[in-house]
């Protein structure tokens, strides 16, 4: 399943890169802003950085490009996925315009407008640093309606978790994604991470995963940026269309895939393959709470990184601090 974030355009450059202290040569198959496809003979190892210099010719004088990447795929003697790790600042202004000039050939300028804003957005200092600030901030006013809201601990009868474990605390996340204010407060804090992805749509596994994916669509709309919605279905409707996504689906789209709590993290392993099947490309995966059972593994066996919000260890010190002043 393709998972890049950028259109990689097909481009072929001469390019030089230092490799075990040689100075080598290399060509330049295509490029994207996030990464590019070196072809060599070489036999490079997954994880290694390289140094890069790339050469525009026709110009005069001719631009050299100065890039480190560290090599993510590859096959030796047909060659390797490098992604960008570092480019010097006059480097990066000569390969924006060189992807946004070509992109808008290839795609259109609309597209190529989206491409280079998720772009900068993505690599702004103070974009990070005020997209940080609002995380910390969301979290810190959520927390609490978390604790008083959803967070049960029961130590004489444990809960039966969805996995079939025995648990004495569990969260009825539902009591705060279901309440006006904490579902605005959550809708900002998930939008808050992928706004500056380039994604169509936003998906989750119903219903637990509905509310989110509402209040993602309303922080969208609320900034006049089209965004569409995908509910999954455990099963598929048995009369009607019989689909088992709703919403607006097309193949290839971009998606992030939400959830509220994760355990093992089988109700998302199960959305995913719904979504393989159904040829959509998972962007990023996003849990309000990972309860640490095991979710984050499983789902790195299946190539997936989960991201959380919330530890269920983080709520518990919280809960457990908050009893300590009382007593």
């Known amino acids: 399943m393709e998972k890049r974030k950028y259109f990689r355009i097909p481009f072929s450059l001469k390019v030089k890169y230092i490799w075990k202290e040689q100075l080598l040569d290399g060509q330049i198959e295509n490029i994207s802003y996030e ?20 050469y525009l010719e026709g110009c005069n004088p001719p631009l050299k490009l100065e890039i480190k990447g560290k090599v993510v795929w590859g096959k030796p003697g047909e060659g390797f996925g490098i992604k960008i790790t ?15 000039y070509n992109l808008s050939c290839i795609k259109g300028p609309e597209e190529a407008e989206r491409e280079l804003k998720h772009f900068l957005g993505e690599i702004s200092f103070w974009t990070k640093l005020v997209k940080t600030l609002q995380r910390e901030f969301l979290k810190k006013e959520l927390l609490p309606y978390l604790i008083e809201r959803a967070f049960l ?53 119903s219903i637990g995963a509905d509310p989110i994916v509402s209040a993602i669509l309303a922080q969208a709309s609320s900034e006049d940026i089209p965004l569409e919605g995908l509910l999954i279905r455990k099963e598929p409707k048995k009369y009607g269309t019989q689909k088992q996504i709703e919403g607006n689906l097309k193949k290839g ?8 709590v994760v355990t093992t993290g089988g109700s998302l392993i199960k959305a995913i393959s719904i979504c393989e099947k159904a040829e959509l490309q998972i962007i990023k995966i996003l849990a309000l709470v990972d309860r640490g059972e095991g979710g984050k593994e499983n789902l790195i066996k299946l190539g997936y990184h989960l991201e959380s919000f919330f530890t269920l260890k983080e709520i518990i010190e919280k809960y457990n601090s908050l009893q300590f002043k009382l007593s």
């Not at 789209?253 to 509220?260: F, N």
């Open 35 to 54: 990464g590019l496809f070196l072809k060599t003979q070489e036999s490079l190892e997954i994880g290694e950085e390289i140094h890069m210099f790339i």
């Open 153 to 205: 601990y029961s130590p004489d009868k444990p809960f039966i978790l969805a996995s079939g474990k025995e648990s004495p605390y569990y969260l009825d996340c539902r009591k705060i994604t279901l309440f006006s204010h904490t579902l605005t407060l959550i809708g900002a804090l998930f939008w808050n991470e992928i706004k500056y992805l380039k994604i169509d749509a936003v998906a989750g596994m």
């Open 253 to 260: 789209m971009k998606i992030v895939l939400v959830e509220d």
């Open 86 to 100: 570092w480019i010097s600042p006059e480097s990066y202004t000569y390969l924006k315009n060189l992807i946004y």
